[in-house]
């Protein structure tokens, strides 16, 4: 048996499983829902190892799903009484003849629907990117744990009370209506985007899996995109945005594994396509009156997609990040936007601006002061970038620090 | 912190910029605002058309904008955090319409709500 198979399905087909049958069940039931997809799963490894994998392996998994998904219905008094009645009522069949819908539309319709079901506003936003994680893209607990760099426990506990609360606060698994559905795709949307980032950004070691996290958040992205309800300006910036900055996944790591920084990447790595994808869904989202954040931030990558300097593309790219400011503040956005101003009005007016931001326990504070003062004030720049390496936490950080000190001594001998 | 707003106060509202000049004047004052808000002190604010505007005097007079006979008119505001006065008012300096003559912007503390002020 090939070595991959079985972690590749259990990734594309766990979540779909899951979500049709727990769409079926009810969110109150999301547990046995998970409990017999992962079944399948153990059933399939048992029964492959010693009988080879069938023809189909994928229809092989979705008629035990069938199978098992019957049998609890039939065997489980507590869940028979309480949910079967209620299925039976409404398809009037026996048990015997009860189906479970595995066709395409249905699993895309449940993972959409599923979706807005785990993003609900009554629980945190970790959880409901843990939740996702786990059962929209079929992450292992120990594989979501070490991306926010914690222990299983922990998110294990995590998992329990969001689904606890999601239970006990009864949310129904379907579409939210017409009046509601730009508020509710508002969460879904900053899930996908922390997602993403998670993948982007993470501290995490884990090379393979962050990647991961970054492309099933393009993946459920692009199931809001695909449906008439949800294909919205918004939906299709955050595509381009995850489109352009996936774009230089080739070329953000060395041999090494470790990070390249943008200045010093090979262009000819990005890949052109995502960034003529993203380019698409860009002009795409430019529909109707709503800027939203992420059609800021994807106009910024977008003009991150074009290396070479000029005086067009910092201007374009300091009024973006006035604009992404204005709307909604964070440190990385100010510090961004100063070394935008650098490239506008030159460094000296940046340093000015950065010493009224107020950011200082920030590393990436002193590391743009170190940048700023390197040709002018060699010992300013160096302490600043002393201290940004005292404030650093992960050592990628750290260790991109220490190069940067390393080349400004070397530049001064 | 207390929220103070920046009133845009022009001489001439009727002076019509040309397109070139408008451009550049909107990108000085999202410079301005940007610096603002990358300190995280920027609380809104909006600009005020000139068209279209009407001025309501006592006795049931209605005049076409607010020109004419009042010299000065408000152009736009902003509100900033500041922790003091002196504090908006380092802010007051940085705006773009300061370059106009006997263009003002006036700084003024907004009362809060809590039975004080």
């Known amino acids: 048996m090939e070595n991959q198979l079985i972690p590749h399905l259990f990734r594309t087909e766990y979540r779909k499983i899951t979500s049709v049958l727990c769409k079926q069940f009810g969110i109150e039931h999301i547990e046995i829902a998970e409990d017999i997809a992962s079944d399948v799963f153990l059933l399939a490894v048992e029964v492959w190892t010693y009988k080879g994998v069938p023809e189909n392996p994928t229809a092989w998994l979705y008629a035990v799903a069938r199978n098992k998904a019957k049998n609890q219905l039939i065997r489980n008094t507590v869940f028979s009484e309480k949910v079967t009645k209620e299925l039976l009522h409404q398809t009037d069949r026996s048990v015997s003849r009860f189906e479970i819908d595995l066709s395409d539309k249905n699993i895309s319709d449940s993972q959409l629907l599923m979706l807005f079901t785990l993003c609900h506003p009554s629980i945190p936003v970790e959880s409901q990117i843990s939740l996702s994680l786990r059962v929209l893209c079929g992450f292992g607990i120990e594989e979501i744990a070490d991306a926010f760099l914690t222990n299983k426990a922990s998110i294990n506990k995590r998992l329990f009370r969001a689904k606890e609360r999601l239970r006990t606060e009864n949310i129904p698994i379907i579409f939210p209506d017409e009046k509601e559905i730009d508020k509710r795709l508002e969460t879904v949307l900053t899930t996908l985007y922390l997602l993403f980032n998670e993948g982007y950004y993470s501290e995490s070691r884990n090379e393979i899996l962050r990647n991961d996290f970054c492309l099933e958040a393009i993946r459920l992205t692009y199931l809001l995109h695909e449906n008439d309800k949800t294909n919205k300006p918004p939906v299709n910036a955050l595509l381009a945005l995850m489109c352009f900055h996936a774009s230089r996944f080739g070329a953000r790591k060395n041999n090494q594994g470790e990070l390249i920084l943008y200045d010093d990447q090979d262009e000819t790595l990005w890949n052109q396509e995502l960034i003529a994808r993203g380019t698409y869904l860009l002009n795409l989202a430019a529909q109707g009156e709503i800027i939203s954040k992420y059609h800021i931030e994807a106009s910024i990558a977008y003009w991150h997609t074009i290396k070479a300097d000029s005086k067009e593309k910092w201007e374009n790219i300091l009024q973006l990040y006035n604009q992404l400011l204005i709307l909604d503040y964070s440190p990385i956005a100010a510090l961004n936007r100063t070394y935008a101003l650098s490239k506008v009005k030159g460094k000296l007016a940046a340093i000015a601006g950065a010493e009224k931001l107020n950011l200082k326990n920030n590393h990436f504070y002193f590391t743009l002061l170190g940048a700023l003062y390197e040709d002018i004030d060699h010992e300013k720049a160096k302490m600043n970038l002393q201290r940004a390496l005292s404030l650093a936490k992960s050592e990628t950080d750290k260790e991109i620090i220490r190069q940067k000190i390393l080349k400004s001594d070397h530049v001064l001998k | ?117």
């Not at chain 2, 999202?30 to 006592?58: E, T, Y």
């Open chain 2, 1 to 117: 912190m207390e929220e103070y707003i920046l009133i845009f106060r022009h001489e001439d509202g009727q002076k019509i910029a040309s397109p070139e000049q408008m451009q550049i004047w909107m990108k000085q004052t999202m410079d301005w605002i940007g610096g603002i808000a990358a300190q995280n002190k920027f609380n809104g604010g909006n600009g005020l058309p000139f068209d279209d505007s009407r001025v309501v005097k006592p006795n049931g007079v209605v005049i076409n904008g607010p020109f004419g006979d009042i010299k000065e008119t408000i152009g736009g505001y902003i509100i900033v955090k500041a922790d003091s006065i002196d504090e908006a008012v380092k802010f007051a300096h940085g705006c773009p319409v300061l370059q106009g003559e006997g263009n003002s912007v006036e700084v003024r503390k907004i009362a809060k709500g809590d039975g004080v002020h």
